[in-house]
């Protein structure tokens, strides 16, 4: 009687214990297969109003200066099944600055964001960066020719290995006279990345993007560094 006893014992607590576990195992199992990043698995404050997704433009313009800033605080996925391995857009990574007749003026490019940049463990990838102004790569700082691309993060870090990081570049834009019109120069800016080496995905969120346009005479000398 009471070996039958503690058997029945040993199995009511075997089958309590299991009951206790199982949803802590099924909620660990759920959280490995899904990107705590995104929205769906994000811990939100209680009762807070979630900010909408929005690719905002802010411009700011004066005699001599003109300011653009573009955010996006969507986060936007690029698998390499998809954009393949030559540059791509940038999501909110476009707009366009004027500069009058028979003027210069010295542009500041950059960009920040969250990024995670994926690809084959021990693989040495990276994802790259870059701007165009119409349609041309920013030649400065200039890499024609050579090896080194801007590698706007490395894929080394794996999976869920965000990073806030940034790539700045300059250029000068010069709108040349014109005898049969006065209507500034339009110089159009796109934001771009490309998978290097093997890299398979990049993740780009929380992205601001700044352009401002100074007006005036730019000298570009060659100094010792």
């Given at each position: 009687?009471?070996?039958?006893?503690?058997?029945?014992?040993?199995?009511?607590?075997?089958?309590?214990?299991?009951?206790?576990?199982a949803p802590s195992l099924a909620a660990a199992g759920g959280?490995?297969?899904?990107?705590?990043?995104?929205?769906?698995?994000?811990?939100?404050?209680?009762?807070?109003?979630?900010?909408?997704?929005?690719?905002?433009?802010?411009?700011?313009?004066?005699?001599?200066?003109?300011?653009?800033?573009?955010?996006?605080?969507?986060?936007?996925?690029?698998?390499?099944?998809?954009?393949?391995?030559?540059?791509?857009?940038?999501?909110?990574?476009?707009?366009?600055?004027?500069?009058?007749?028979?003027?210069?003026?010295?542009?500041?490019?950059?960009?920040?964001?969250?990024?995670?940049?994926?690809?084959?463990?021990?693989?040495?990838?990276?994802?790259?960066?870059?701007?165009?102004?119409?349609?041309?790569?920013?030649?400065?700082?200039?890499?024609?020719?050579r090896s080194d691309t801007f590698a706007w993060d490395s894929?080394?870090?794996?999976?869920?290995?965000?990073?806030?990081?940034?790539?700045?570049?300059?250029?000068?834009?010069k709108c040349p006279t014109s005898s049969t019109t006065t209507?500034?120069?339009?110089?159009?800016?796109?934001?771009?990345?490309?998978?290097?080496?093997?890299?398979?995905?990049?993740?780009?969120?929380?992205?601001?993007?700044?352009?401002?346009?100074?007006?005036?005479?730019?000298?570009?000398?060659?100094?010792?560094?």
């Open positions: 009687m009471k070996r039958t006893w503690l058997l029945r014992a040993a199995a009511a607590g075997a089958v309590l214990l299991a009951g206790v576990l959280s490995n297969n899904s990107n705590p990043q995104a929205p769906s698995a994000r811990r939100l404050v209680p009762n807070a109003t979630v900010a909408p997704n929005a690719c905002l433009m802010y411009q700011q313009m004066n005699s001599v200066e003109q300011k653009y800033r573009k955010t996006n605080n969507n986060f936007t996925e690029y698998f390499g099944t998809s954009v393949g391995t030559g540059y791509f857009n940038v999501a909110c990574g476009s707009l366009s600055f004027t500069v009058p007749r028979g003027k210069q003026a010295l542009v500041d490019l950059s960009a920040v964001a969250e990024l995670d940049c994926q690809g084959p463990a021990g693989g040495n990838t990276w994802c790259e960066g870059r701007f165009l102004i119409n349609n041309t790569p920013v030649p400065t700082p200039d890499n024609t020719g894929g080394n870090g794996g999976a869920y290995d965000w990073q806030a990081n940034s790539l700045e570049q300059e250029y000068v834009a209507t500034p120069c339009t110089y159009k800016v796109q934001l771009q990345s490309r998978l290097d080496n093997g890299a398979t995905y990049l993740w780009v969120d929380d992205l601001t993007v700044r352009v401002d346009v100074t007006l005036g005479t730019v000298r570009v000398t060659s100094v010792t560094p």
